[in-house]
Structures are given as C-alpha cells and as structure tokens.
T-cell receptor, first 118, second 112 residues
Framework: DAMVIQNPRYQVTQFGKPVTLSCSQTLNHNVMYWYQQKSSQAPKLLFH???????NEADTPDNFQSRRPNTSFCFLDIRSPGLGDAAMYLC?????????????????FGPGTRLTVT | ELKVEQNPLFLSMQEGKNYTIYCNYS?????LYWYRQDPGKSLESLFVLLSNGAVKQEGRLMASLDTKARLSTLHITAAVHDLSATYFC????????????FGTGTRLQVFP
C-alpha cells in the first residue's frame, strides 16, 4: 500500500545533541511537509518542499533544517535540540501539479516521530 | 492572517447523545479538512470539504461547510465510546496553495 513512513517512531536525544528524523513516501507526491505538534496543541507547519524548492515558515527557528535528496525522502535536522523542542514531528505529503494554484489533493500524514530531549 | 477557531475545546458527552463541533475561520477559503487524532498517534483524515454547501457523512459523523459564514460543523450522532479522540479542522487560505492552518482542536470524551 502507498504510504508515508517516518523513522524512528520514537527518538530520545540529549540537550544540544544533533538529531535527524526521516520521512519517506511511496505516493510519488511532489510536496512534502514537516509539522511540529507539542502536547495538547495543534500541528504547526515548520516548512515544506514543493518539488526541490524549500519553503520555510517565517517563525521556524534556525535550529531546524531540512533536506530533500529525492522525491521520496525528506529529512528534518535539529542542530541543537532544546527541551522546548520535545514534540511529535509529523511528515505529510500532497500532490500539487500546478505551482501557485490550489491542489485538489489532501495532505497525507505519516505516523509521526515522538522526540524526547533529556 | 488566517485564524481558525474551534469550539468547544473540550467535550464530554454520554453515549447515545448528539452534539456539534464548530470550526470558524477568519478569511476566505473554500477548502476545509477534518482530522481525527488518537492520543500519541498521527492525524487521520475524516472529511475533505471543497465547496460551499458541501456535506459529507461517514458513520456517526457528518461534516458541512458554509463558506459565506466561514463556518464548518462536525455533527456527532448517537455517540459511542470509540469516537473519543481529538478532532481538528484545518483550512487552506485562498492566498496560499497548500498551507494548512489548524484549528485549536476539540477533545471529545464519550462515556457510558
């Protein structure tokens, strides 16, 4: 079945120790998103890729970076995790064939990675 | 800036009862999604509403969209315990392509 896969599902890292979360998809979608969801809050978009073009949200801290080496994979790098970065990180994908125009396809979410910072 | 509000934030209801969750948004949009989230889990898509007057139903849940009022509702009929979860609405702003703005979420608890 086509799907969005995230690894690892649970990640524990130490304060200040870089960590990388990965997302892969078999849907062949051209848009990939990273969301941060803290406890009892709504998901918040960090950034997204439209094809290879990176789009950062204005309020995303510089501590968060992303890479998309190919259509199927996208990585979230947290350079120096702080206690406040503990959250669920959700990857999502969608298909948007015409840039600048609204997609008629919804976003499909992966299972998430729960990040703990000690 | 597009803002999305849900109410109530928390809903405790008895099995068999009916209730409605409301989702209001601040600027024009004709694209609204409802998601369900179980504790510690990811988001599960429930409904995609793409036009004014759209109504969709799945089991005990029915969602509608009124773009003129900038309002969507999620109606629960004869609630059962399995519906206990957090429900989010999310809106795509007309000036954006795919960016989703999520509502605050409604935590639903159904008790016997």
């Amino acid at each position: 079945d086509a799907m969005v896969i995230q690894n690892p599902r649970y990640q524990v890292t130490q304060f200040g120790k870089p960590v990388t979360l990965s997302c892969s998809q078999t849907l062949n979608h051209n848009v990939m998103y990273w969301y941060q969801q803290k406890s009892s809050q709504a998901p918040k978009l960090l950034f997204h890729y439209y094809d290879k073009d990176f789009n950062n949200e204005a309020d995303t801290p510089d501590n968060f970076q992303s890479r998309r080496p190919n259509t199927s994979f996208c990585f979230l790098d947290i350079r120096s995790p702080g206690l406040g970065d503990a959250a669920m990180y959700l990857c999502a994908t969608s298909k948007n064939p015409a840039r600048g125009r609204k997609s008629s396809y919804e976003q499909y979410f992966g299972p998430g990675t729960r990040l703990t910072v000690t | 800036e597009l803002k999305v509000e849900q109410n109530p934030l928390f809903l405790s209801m008895q099995e068999g009862k009916n209730y409605t969750i409301y989702c209001n948004y601040s600027t024009t949009s004709d694209r609204l999604y409802w998601y369900r989230q179980d504790p510690g889990k990811s988001l599960e898509s429930l409904f995609v509403l793409l036009s004014n007057g759209a109504v969709k139903q799945e089991g005990r849940l029915m969602a509608s969209l009124d773009t003129k009022a900038r309002l969507s509702t999620l109606h629960i009929t004869a609630a059962v315990h399995d519906l206990s979860a957090t429900y989010f609405c999310a809106v795509v702003g007309s000036y954006n392509t795919d960016k989703l703005i999520f509502g605050t979420g409604t935590r639903l608890q159904v008790f016997p």
